[in-house]
């Protein structure tokens, strides 16, 4: 086990440790900072993402967990630090090298974020229109599988998503989002207005397609069950970085007032275990 430095020589306050090798680590990110105008919503921080987990990437409401997926994703600027994707410093590189990288993940933002005037076969196919240079008979061909893959009905493929239900559209989306095949997968709060069926069947699947497609996944989420069922490795933003990431039981032991809030609150679930379950805690009073 080998700890790194933070980006601030001599401030180990956000240094993380690592237990992966470099052929592990899909997503290196150190000292990233991250400010609009003269607000800082990012500061010196440093994250993994591993190949082929499931990392839940939680924090309070404005804290900026989708400010950190854009800045992966290259959408928007940072101010300091470095974001290494496949190796590769996305923010630095040549197109060439950038093509190469968006090529190999794919993205599902929130409420799916599907082209309204399309269909969603239309919709699947852009990344491939976008990236690939196929026949058209042959990407209809590649779309009815992406949409046999995320559980759609075979129907869905000539409908608008004005037809769809809310469970329909996300697995639209996510049909696009593995329309390249990708080898790691953001979910931007991809449970997000399904209903309680709906968001742990869509857990299920992500679980299911990782184990058959060997995919690694990034997921912004608020939902306590999608970190409890599905997420191998758990990241808490607050206080601008970082606080804290590993296991669930890691998140249960650690001392900060809004972690212990969310971990052991009111609307967390009893969580049986060979340890402990979450415990009652003071109420938190919203300082991150």
């Not at 989420?221 to 999608?226: E, G, Q």
Request: proline share 6%.
């Amino acid at each position: 086990m080998t700890r790194e430095p933070s980006a601030q020589d001599g401030d180990p306050s956000n240094a993380i440790v690592s237990t992966a090798s470099d052929d592990d680590v899909l997503i290196r990110a150190r000292g990233v900072n991250v400010a609009f105008g003269s607000k800082k919503i990012l500061e010196n921080l440093s994250l993994d993402v591993r190949r082929g987990e499931i990392l839940g990437f939680v924090g309070p409401s404005g804290a900026g967990k989708s400010v950190l997926l854009r800045t992966i994703l290259g959408l928007n600027p940072k101010q300091g630090g470095s974001i290494e994707v496949f190796g590769i410093d996305y923010h630095e590189a040549s197109e060439r090298e950038k093509l190469s990288v968006e090529r190999r993940w794919g993205v599902l933002f929130q409420q799916g974020a599907l082209f309204s005037a399309l269909t969603v076969a239309e919709n699947i196919e852009v990344p491939m229109r976008e990236y690939l240079d196929l026949s058209p008979k042959l990407m209809r061909e590649l779309t009815r599988l992406k949409i046999d893959l995320v559980g759609l009905a075979p129907d869905a493929i000539d409908k608008y998503p004005s037809e769809l239900s809310g469970g329909m559209i996300k697995r639209a989306a996510l049909a696009r989002a593995l329309a390249l095949d990708p080898e790691i997968v953001f979910l931007d709060e991809p449970t997000s207005g399904l209903d309680p069926i709906g968001a742990a069947e869509f857990d299920q699947l992500i679980m299911t397609l990782r184990d058959t497609l060997g995919l690694s996944v990034y997921m912004v989420t608020h939902d306590l069950d999608s970190l409890f069922q599905a997420c191998d490795r758990i990241a808490v933003l607050g206080d601008r970085k970082v606080l804290v990431e590993g296991p669930l039981s890691k998140m249960l032991d650690y001392d900060h007032p809004w972690v212990k809030s969310y971990f052991h609150g009111k609307r967390a679930r009893t969580v049986v275990t060979d340890d402990a379950a979450p415990a009652p805690s003071p109420a938190y009073d919203g300082a991150a």
